[in-house]
């Protein structure tokens, strides 16, 4: 018998150097939330199950996405709050950010409880025709989601936030990964 060949994870783990400029590891994590669009489509057509890929898929929405959320609920959101004038009309495009992200952490706890199901009974997700429908609805509103904020946030965070503002973004990003 061979063994094993040993896959590496399509949901590689984010450089801790790229925090010293937060925006772009925001910018950069935002790529790796479209690569997890992908698996979960991916996940959603597959015939057979996949586990190794469900354990990563898991993984990400219950560890990374959930800090990512935080990164911007907690910290980023709140500084463009205070730095933003008027004119920029940034709080109605932070509210519904925020009311996704709410909205998005109780999808995301479904589709990890249904990934979780289907790795127990040996099935691919797609015999589950509500798990399935999750998984590709999560997706698309995620593609959404992470195009509003990388053409109308990061920009206007690019502007508005000070050196002081990003030292003490990179400072609380680093404070939650150690």
């Given at each position: 018998?061979?063994?094993?060949?040993?896959?590496?994870?399509r949901?590689?783990?984010?450089?801790?150097?790229l925090l010293a400029k937060p925006l772009d590891y925001i910018f950069a994590d935002h790529f790796r939330q479209r690569t997890?669009?992908?698996?979960?489509?991916?996940?959603?057509?597959?015939?057979t199950p996949d586990e190794p890929l469900t354990r990563e898929v898991i993984g990400f929405l219950a560890g990374d996405m959930a800090l990512h959320v935080q990164d911007e609920e907690e910290d980023l959101f709140p500084l463009l709050?205070?730095?933003?004038?008027?004119?920029?009309?940034?709080?109605?495009?932070l509210s519904a950010l925020a009311r996704e992200h709410h909205a998005d952490e109780r999808m995301a706890r479904d589709i990890v409880e249904g990934l979780e199901a289907c790795m127990a009974a040996g099935r691919a997700p797609r015999t589950d025709a509500d798990l399935r429908a999750r998984l590709t609805e999560f997706a698309r509103r995620q593609r959404r989601h992470?195009?509003?904020?990388?053409?109308?946030?990061?920009?206007?965070?690019?502007?508005?936030?000070?050196?002081?503002?990003?030292?003490?973004?990179?400072?609380?990003m680093a404070e939650r990964r150690a």
């Open positions: 018998m061979k063994p094993a060949i040993a896959r590496h994870p949901l590689e783990a984010m450089p801790a150097s997890l669009c992908n698996l979960l489509e991916e996940l959603a057509d597959a015939a709050r205070r730095r933003c004038p008027p004119e920029d009309e940034i709080e109605a495009v992470l195009a509003v904020e990388n053409s109308i946030v990061l920009p206007i965070a690019r502007n508005r936030l000070t050196e002081l503002d990003l030292a003490n973004l990179t400072k609380r």
